[in-house]
Nanobody, 121 residues
Framework: QVQLVESGGGLVQAGGSLRLSCAASGSIFSINSIGWYRQAPGKQREKVAIISTGGSTNYADSVKGRFTISRGNAMNTVYLQMNSLEPEDTAVYYC???????????????WGQGTQVTVSS
């Protein structure tokens, strides 16, 4: 089994900052990429930021320059530093990882349970 556990969500005023954390655990051979998606009420889930094994990053245009994704020393952890938050950033944020569980497995997509981020105006 693979688990992704997120933390760090909460309520913040516009212009404030939050830092999300996600830790992957369980039967993991390799993590090919790990990152964050979000889903606002009535909207589809969208990519926020992804970081690959090699360290390359990919951001949604709406968060470029405000959010920074990084991995911990333990490569199974990922962080999302969110600065200059706007009410439009309000959503449930989900950690996502593309994981190979054993050397002979195909990659699979795994999701965390989500953490609420609310930005008040």
């Amino acid at each position: 089994q693979v688990q992704l556990v997120e933390s760090g969500g909460g309520l913040v005023q516009a212009g404030g900052s939050l830092r999300l954390s996600c830790a992957a655990s369980g039967s993991i051979f390799s993590i090919n990429s790990i990152g964050w998606y979000r889903q606002a009420p009535g909207k589809q889930r969208e990519k926020v930021a992804i970081i690959s094994t090699g360290g390359s990053t990919n951001y949604a245009d709406s968060v470029k320059g405000r959010f920074t994704i990084s991995r911990g020393n333990a490569m199974n952890t990922v962080y999302l530093q969110m600065n200059s938050l706007e009410p439009e950033d309000t959503a449930v944020y989900y950690c996502n990882a593309i994981i190979q569980r054993t050397a002979s497995d195909y990659n699979g997509a795994y999701w965390g349970q989500g953490t609420q981020v609310t930005v008040s105006s």
